[in-house]
Structure formats: structure tokens, C-alpha cells
């Protein structure tokens, strides 16, 4: 497991844009997602990317508008969002897991967890 630690989050108005960063020491060999959970509702799942970066996914709902890169030198994984909505308002959680030989990254049993960090889009 790593230490994940997430930051960018914000008070954004809609339409706006965000980049949220998830950054661990040895976070280049794994795969890592995106989740989030706006209150009263349930986690979602929002993006992953594999351990080179070759493969993403992407949930319909932020397909177009949110996009996933790594920067494996920094062990680094950005969440840049655009064109925000009001109903993108959440706890933005990354986390971290092992990648497996011809495993799409949506499939990764995500095993390390960050705190979580504020977005909140107002209309």
C-alpha cells in the first residue's frame, strides 16, 4: 500500500475548472482511480488510469469534461476538470492499487486511500 495525499480542491462557479492532484511516493507502479461522494449519496466512480497511463476510463457523467494524466517522474496523478457543475460537488478521493498484466484500470482493486479533498461548484 502507499500514503496517497490529495490537493486541488476548491470553491469553484459553474463552468469553471479545476486540476486535482494525487501525489504518494511510489505511486508510478500503480493504478490509480478517482471516486467521489456528495452528501447523502453514494460513492461514485469516476476515473482511472493504468500504471503507464496507456488505459483511462472515464464515467459517463464526466466523459468529455474530466481528464486523467500522470506524471510517473513526480509520482503524480492529476484530475483535470472543466466546465464544472454544480452537481460535480463532492469529496474527491484518489486512490491507489496494483496493476495487473492486461487488466483494465476500472477493474483495479483499489487498496490505498487518501483522505479526500472538497470540490464545490456553485451555480
Known amino acids: 500500500q502507499v500514503h496517497v495525499v490529495e490537493s486541488g480542491g476548491g470553491l469553484v462557479q459553474a463552468g469553471g475548472s479545476l486540476r486535482l492532484s494525487c501525489a504518494a511516493s511510489?505511486?508510478?507502479?500503480?493504478?490509480v482511480g478517482w471516486f467521489r461522494q456528495a452528501p447523502g449519496k453514494e460513492r461514485e466512480f469516476v476515473a482511472a488510469?493504468?500504471?503507464?497511463?496507456?488505459?483511462?476510463y472515464y464515467a459517463d457523467s464526466v466523459k468529455g469534461r474530466f481528464s486523467l494524466s500522470r506524471d510517473n517522474a513526480k509520482n503524480t496523478v492529476y484530475l483535470q476538470m472543466i466546465s464544472l457543475k454544480p452537481e460535480d460537488t463532492a469529496v474527491y478521493y484518489c486512490?491507489?492499487?496494483?496493476?495487473?498484466?492486461?487488466?483494465?484500470?476500472?477493474?483495479?482493486?483499489?487498496?490505498?486511500w487518501g483522505q479526500g479533498t472538497q470540490v464545490t461548484v456553485s451555480s
Open positions: 486512490a491507489a492499487g496494483p496493476a495487473k498484466s492486461s487488466q483494465r484500470p476500472e477493474g483495479t482493486n483499489f487498496d490505498s
Open positions: 511510489g505511486l508510478s507502479s500503480y493504478n
Open positions: 488510469v493504468s500504471l503507464l497511463g496507456a488505459m483511462k
